[in-house]
């Protein structure tokens, strides 16, 4: 079964700061990836998604997460963090699934919490 | 419309109750999940349908009971639920792709609280 790894389950850091979140996924075969954020109180929003073509990602806000096949990984990556960008961070890959539909299996995720 | 909506946002139930939580979404997908997340964890899968059939039941309790009226609709019907059964809902649907590049939209979700 497939299974997604985030590597830290908590991190602090001040505004202005480099981010970067791990992310390790199981499949060795060909995977679609997502980064999703869930703020406090509210719902999940895509930040970024990966089908094929440039393994270099960019999604809103700033962030960007790099693809690196011989690794499975899939770091998401922001140069300087906002207070705004204190939430919860998942990690989720799209496994092989019967026909009509598909199956997320999401990292235990990483809750960002950014000092002004 | 990139939409998933759902209602209610909100639900208070005691443990006799009946409701159901309803989603919708007019994208034109064919695949429809719901998720239950609890606070600080990743959302778990519950159910998939897709085409209107339901594809996958997680051995989801009885005392859930979803129901796919249409290509459009998803409903959650909730009966005789615990305590432990407060969560945040979510509907989720997608295009339902042969394969790969099938991405999940996420609605908004029901916050259930049972008493």
């Known amino acids: 079964a497939q299974s997604v790894s985030q590597h830290n389950h908590h991190v602090i850091l001040s505004e202005a700061a480099s981010l970067e979140l791990g992310c390790n996924y199981s499949?060795?075969?060909?995977?679609?990836l997502f980064w999703y954020v869930q703020y406090p109180g509210q719902h999940l929003q895509l930040l970024l998604k990966?089908?094929?073509?440039?393994?270099l990602v960019k999604g809103i806000k700033g962030f960007e997460a790099e693809f690196i096949k011989s690794k499975f990984s899939f770091n998401l990556r922001k140069p300087s963090v906002q207070w705004s960008d204190t939430a919860e961070y998942f990690c989720?890959?799209?496994?092989?699934?019967?026909?009509?539909?598909?199956?997320?299996?999401f990292g235990k995720g990483t809750m960002l919490l950014v000092s002004p | 419309d990139t939409e998933v909506t759902q209602t209610p946002k909100h639900l208070v139930m005691g443990m006799t109750n009946k409701k159901s939580l309803k989603c919708e979404q007019h994208m034109g997908h064919r695949a429809m999940y719901w998720y239950k997340q609890k606070a600080k964890k990743p959302p778990e899968l519950m159910f998939v349908?897709?085409?209107?059939?339901?594809?996958i039941n997680e051995s989801v309790p009885s005392r859930f009971s979803p129901e796919c009226p249409n290509s459009s609709l998803l409903n959650l019907h909730l009966h005789a639920l615990q305590p432990e059964d407060s969560a945040l809902y979510l509907c989720?649907?997608?295009?339902?792709?042969?394969?790969?590049?099938?991405?999940?939209?996420f609605g908004p979700g029901t916050r259930l609280t049972v008493l």
């Open positions: 989720a890959v799209n496994s092989p699934a019967g026909s009509g539909y598909s199956t997320l299996t």
């Open positions: 499949y060795g075969g060909t995977v679609n």
């Open positions: 349908y897709s085409y209107e059939k339901l594809s």
């Open positions: 989720a649907s997608s295009q339902a792709r042969q394969g790969w590049m099938d991405e999940q939209f």
């Open positions: 990966y089908f094929s073509g440039d393994p």
